[in-house]
């Protein structure tokens, strides 16, 4: 009924309001036990919203939401997994939920078409690492082992999100990226640049060689879902 799926939109505004406030009291926590109070609410309060959100019609909050779930609950019990690229993994998640408590999209948007991923990296566990992070909400991805073979797959098939190692030999990450720019259909698909340097000359890097995001590494498997599905809706929406 419009009206149950009205409630369920304001009270989810509401929901994310206060998890925006925990964010940011968890960046600013004086101590550790202080910064792990606080995420075990913001876990406590992700789980209320996944259960809230089984109405059929807001399928994509769910998504969103069960990736954010999984990510507090590691943080929840292992804090010292906090740094600021998980913050803003997490913030750009809440964005994104705003976005649709206020414009409503069809239920099958994460679905139909289906999802393409694409995860470039040299490292074979690196590779296989995201393959099953990804699988927990999308079909497996498509791989690569380095910038040519990459850039081979860019030409013939479009992707909603590409994770690309940088430091590879040959080809490095930056250049991969360039390059995939000049593809006609990927000039404009989000990159997400995964590296063992997430330190900010890092990130103004990643953002001058058209990247849309940093992941560093180690990452954890809820952070890489949470910033795919993230990066998909606002793709689709």
């Known amino acids: 009924a419009p009206e149950a799926l009205r409630e369920f939109y304001d009270a989810t505004l ?16 004086p101590d550790e036990a202080a910064r792990q109070a606080r995420l075990v609410e913001s876990f406590a309060r992700a789980s209320a919203l996944r259960e809230s959100a089984k109405l059929p019609e807001v399928r994509p909050i769910w998504q969103v939401v ?80 380095d910038g040519t073979a990459a850039l081979a797959l860019a030409g013939r098939q479009a992707y909603d999100v590409i994770f690309l190692d940088v430091e590879m030999p040959g080809m490095d990450g930056f250049a991969t990226c360039a390059k995939i720019r000049e593809t006609e259909l990927n000039r404009t698909t989000p990159v997400v ?25 180690p990452f954890l498997v809820f952070e890489v879902v949470l910033k795919a599905i993230t990066l998909v809706l606002q793709g689709r929406l």
Not at 100 to 107: A, F, G, I, N
Not at 197 to 217: E, P, V
């Open 14 to 29: 509401r929901g994310l309001t206060e998890l925006r406030t925990l964010l940011s009291e968890i960046s600013r926590a």
């Open 193 to 217: 640049f995964v590296t063992r340097h997430s330190d900010f000359a890092s990130r103004a890097k990643s953002s001058l060689n058209g990247g849309d995001g940093l992941l560093g590494k």
């Open 66 to 145: 069960f990736a954010l779930e999984g990510l507090l609950h590691r943080l929840s019990t292992k804090p010292a997994d906090l740094s600021p690229s998980v913050i803003r993994t997490a913030a750009g998640a809440l964005d994104v939920l705003e976005r649709l408590c206020r414009q409503p999209v069809r239920p099958d948007l994460v679905t139909e078409p289906p999802v393409q991923i694409l995860a470039v990296d040299d490292d074979a566990v690196c590779r296989r690492a995201i393959s099953l992070a990804l699988a927990k909400l999308f079909n497996m991805p498509g791989l690569a082992p």
